[in-house]
């Protein structure tokens, strides 16, 4: 038998079944599967003398406690999305201020000087896309907190 062999064989073993036969003898005799069974076996009876927590009551009570008080600090979370949401609001009046603001800009009068008044409307047209899309890209990507926003809108408000 090899080791290869040996030790396919005996981690195929149940948790209770004791090598036999040629396997046995092959694991008390061989120098380099002898320190490794009784290594794993060490290992097996520091196990088994720990409480198996996993299955009591007890660890899902531990578990569900310490969610319990994970979800006490959700405000936390959401200071911090809020503190994300700034660069957003600051895009959002600066795309939105350019629009009534290009009035004035000079690069809108040489251009004008270039295409004339007939360039106001897709000027606005284009500032108005792009803060469209800025507002596409802000919901799509804050659905989750615009969500619990309007959550916390209806159900802070008085009842009717
Ligand atoms: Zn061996």
Redo the contacts with the bound molecule.
Sequence with gaps: M??SE??SRYFDLDREEEPTGELAA??RT?S??APLVSRMEAAQKAAAVQPSFLQSARFTDLVMARIQSEAGAVPNRETAEEGALLPWIVAGVIILAAIPLSSFSDSLSWLSAIFGTQLDFPLHLVLGLAFTVYALLFIGSHLQGIARLLHLKTSAAPPR
């Design positions: 090899t080791c040996a030790l092959h694991l061989c380099s599967c």
